[in-house]
């Protein structure tokens, strides 16, 4: 079955960097297209980019443009996502999420980073 | 750009229908049938209920069901259930993003 294993919960302050990990199994790597999305505390959903886990090619929401770079490892099924100069706004679920042709058809169990000083 | 707009919340009794909302622009929901809707209960994953604005995936209750009219998606739930309280998400694609959430709906089963 398709399966989206994230990272462990991160804690971290202010002006540090994190970076979730994805790994993917079930489905051939390659095939589908990534995206991530976070949540804050009682907020709705937030894009933040997608990735082409063929040749690594990937778009970012404007709001997170310079501060955001989003990987893949092949060899291990694995994207990543990190995020630069956290801030406590930047405390939020992140998700990733398979591309279905413009939809999410399966999604990681969410990694909660916490930015506090 | 600007989140989808989505009612805060709506509510409903067991086996009445309700209907969700998500307006856009002649930029996202308008130009393109990429809409999508999710389901997350508290603490949870998002679920993917309604893709290309009426499709379901495999496994999705046909109580489900998407529509659009004009820069205005929709999310028809018939028959509610307890199980169905939950928050609901609409997704789009849009040419200035390129994609982008709608604010999230709470969805009270009275």
């Known amino acids: 079955q398709v399966l989206l294993v994230q990272s462990g919960a991160e804690m971290k302050k202010p002006g540090a960097s994190v970076k979730v990990s994805c790994k993917a199994s079930g489905y051939r790597f390659t095939t589908y297209y990534i995206y991530w999305v976070r949540q804050a505390p009682g907020q709705g959903l937030e894009w933040m980019g997608i990735?082409?886990?063929?040749?690594?090619?990937?778009t970012y929401a404007q709001k997170f443009q310079d501060r955001v770079t989003m990987t893949r490892d092949t060899s291990s099924s694995t994207v990543s996502m990190e995020l630069r100069s956290l801030r406590s706004e930047d405390t939020a679920i992140y998700y990733c999420a398979r591309d279905f042709g413009a939809a999410l058809d399966y999604w990681g169990q969410g990694t909660l980073v916490t930015v506090s000083s | 750009q600007s989140a989808l707009t989505q009612p805060a919340s709506v509510s409903g009794s067991p086996g009445q229908s309700i209907t969700i909302s998500c307006t856009g622009t002649s930029s996202d929901i308008g130009a393109y049938n990429l809409v999508s809707w999710y389901q997350q209960h508290p603490g949870k994953a998002p679920k993917l209920m309604i893709y290309d604005v009426a499709d379901r995936p495999s496994g999705v209750s046909n109580r489900f069901s998407g529509s659009k009219s004009g820069n205005t998606a929709s999310l028809t739930i018939s028959g509610l259930q307890p199980e169905d309280e939950a928050s609901y998400h609409c997704f789009s694609y849009t040419s200035a993003g390129p994609w982008v959430f709608g604010g999230g709906t709470k969805l009270t089963v009275l």
């Open positions: 990735i082409n886990p063929t040749d690594g090619r990937t």
